[in-house]
């Protein structure tokens, strides 16, 4: 049976704001808790209108709050916006409050178009080349062992890390560190399989991880319905064309038949876009996830469901685990 997990974007949706964003976002957590995912992520991403969970730790630390056994992480930092240092004092903090609850993905993207990028860093002169380097930087804070200078909360603790990619850059260093690796297919699936199979052959394991460990983000709309589930994922359509055509936007409500009035080229980006998803009721939405493990082998899932009610929200991930984590009835004689 594949773990699930949640990766969520605290959808800003239109006519909301980040306050009720954030709240959603750990009423969606709770119901994770409940329903027996396996880790609840947030993503970290800048000057975009739709998305609250810019100050990841932040956000994390409220949703820790919110929750008592699920796990909670960054799916993820975006590492070359930082110094090692100060995410290692950020986890270090969150394990320290919540301890054996805390993962660290890693990415090497900024998160953002460059004029954001320069306003977090002041400075185009990083190389993304140095995102090696930073990794290795933060582990030896958590060890312990980076001479004078010490992660004061995170040293000593056992923090999890995962790199995250959508090209085969991460799934080499994966590899080469010997860590879990998470793929974001959910959104750019065209290198996925060469990316997975690098990594499982270059593998090599470590402290941390004995054998290759394979995450995949994966779109999840699941209703009582086909046609209603349908509909829910005309939220998402819509948000990434606006992204797609350099206009972010708050999510917006769903739009019956939207992709019908499209234009070839956009319907054929949303059809690579979506192309690792589960949309329908729950006997499709298993039927969609079972086939999309078959062809990766994947050990986990980290759906994520950019829908516009949170009510709606919350209930594509109940039908989504009672059709994939729960036992199913054997078939009729």
Known sequence: ?????????APIVEGGNAGDALRHSAELARAAERLGYTRYWMAEHHSMPGIASAATAVALAFVGSQTSTIRIGAGGVMLPNHAPLVIAEQFGTLESLF?????????????????????????????????????????????????????????????????????????????????????ASHFAPQMMMEAIELYRQRFEPSEQLAEPYVMLGFNAFVADTDDEAELLSTSIQQAFVALRTGQPMQLPPPKAGYADTLPMQARAILRSVLSCSAIGAA???????????????????????????????????????????????????
């Open 99 to 183: 301890p054996g609850r805390i993962d660290l993905g890693l990415g090497r993207a900024p998160g953002t178009d460059q004029a954001a990028a320069y306003a977090m860093r002041r400075s185009m002169t990083a190389d993304e080349n140095q995102f090696p380097n930073d990794v290795v930087e933060l582990m030896r804070y958590f060890r312990g062992d980076n001479g004078r200078v010490r992660a004061i909360p995170g040293e000593g603790l056992d923090v999890p890390l995962y790199i995250l990619g959508s090209s085969l850059f991460g799934a080499q260093l994966a590899a080469a560190l010997g860590l879990p690796y998470a793929f």
């Open 283 to 333: 006997h499709k939405a298993r039927q969609e996830v079972e086939e999309f493990i078959r062809k990766t082998k994947a050990d986990e899932l980290i759906v994520t469901a950019q829908i516009y009610d949170p009510d709606a929200r919350i209930r594509s991930y109940e039908l989504l685990a009672e059709a994939v984590l729960q036992p199913q009835p054997e078939p009729a004689a």
């Open 1 to 9: 049976m594949v773990k699930l997990s949640v990766l969520d974007l």
